[in-house]
T-cell receptor, first 112, second 112 residues
Framework: KAGVTQTPRYLIKTRGQQVTLSCSPI?????VSWYQQTPGQGLQFLFE???????NKGNFPGRFSGRQFSNSRSEMNVSTLELGDSALYLC???????????FGQGTRLTVV | QQQVKQSPQSLIVQKGGISIINCAYENTAFDYFPWYQQFPGKGPALLIAIRPDVSEKKEGRFTISFNKSAKQFSLHIMDSQPGDSATYFC???????????FGKGTSLLVTP
């Protein structure tokens, strides 16, 4: 069974640009959550989707947004990139509510 | 505000020794407590998890001890091996949602 797939693995963007990251969950999993990982702040929750609906959102500015498609694949978008957005962005998939979360390898975003 | 506090920040253990990582939480509504292991360049991998209705769970060399009254839980790695050298994260989640609240992580080095 394939794991969580995130694309691209690495990305370099310039301040002010926008970026879209993609996540394909484990087959059959309907929930996707996104996390930002930085050395200073650790792993921080961004948002979660279940059946194409955002169920929960972390404490991040509106520049961070996401969506989930009918096949459970998810994308997150960051607009007007800032240097502080440089991080590893991780996607996790779960079968449904209250089940184990499995992470992808992440997308390393560098903003210059 | 860090909802899960993890210690120590780093740990050095000799091969064959016991590695112990501790976590504490405040929110008594948390009801799921997983541990993740992360190697450099990889996403976090689910190691073991516990719910508050049991005080201990063991899987191979990994054991979670849970103290509900003290609001603390810990990971014990028995017979630690150099291959266990990684960063370990504890987390906690509410029954009502998917969002994982992570500790800051513990960098474990097991020396030969």
């Amino acid at each position: 069974k394939a794991g969580v797939t995130q694309t691209p693995r690495y990305l370099i963007k310039t301040r002010g640009q926008q970026v879209t990251l993609s996540c394909s969950p484990i087959s059959g999993h309907r929930s996707v959550s996104w996390y930002q990982q930085t050395p200073g702040q650790g792993l921080q929750f961004l948002f979660e989707y279940f059946s194409e609906t955002q169920r929960n959102k972390g404490n991040f500015p509106g520049r961070f947004s996401g969506r989930q498609f009918s096949n459970s694949r998810s994308e997150m978008n960051v607009s007007t990139l800032e240097l502080g957005d440089s991080a590893l962005y991780l996607c996790a998939s779960s079968l449904t509510m209250n089940t184990e979360a499995f992470f992808g390898q992440g997308t390393r975003l560098t903003v210059v | 505000q860090q909802q899960v506090k993890q210690s120590p920040q780093s740990l050095i253990v000799q091969k064959g020794g016991i590695s112990i990582i501790n976590c504490a939480y405040e929110n008594t509504a948390f009801d799921y407590f997983p541990w993740y292991q992360q190697f450099p360049g990889k996403g976090p991998a689910l190691l073991i998890a516990i719910r508050p209705d049991v005080s201990e769970k063991k899987e191979g060399r990994f054991t979670i001890s849970f103290n509900k009254s003290a609001k603390q839980f810990s990971l014990h790695i028995m017979d630690s091996q150099p291959g266990d050298s990684a960063t370990y994260f504890c987390a906690a989640r509410l029954n009502s949602g998917y969002a994982l609240n992570f500790g800051k992580g513990t960098s474990l080095l097991v020396t030969p």
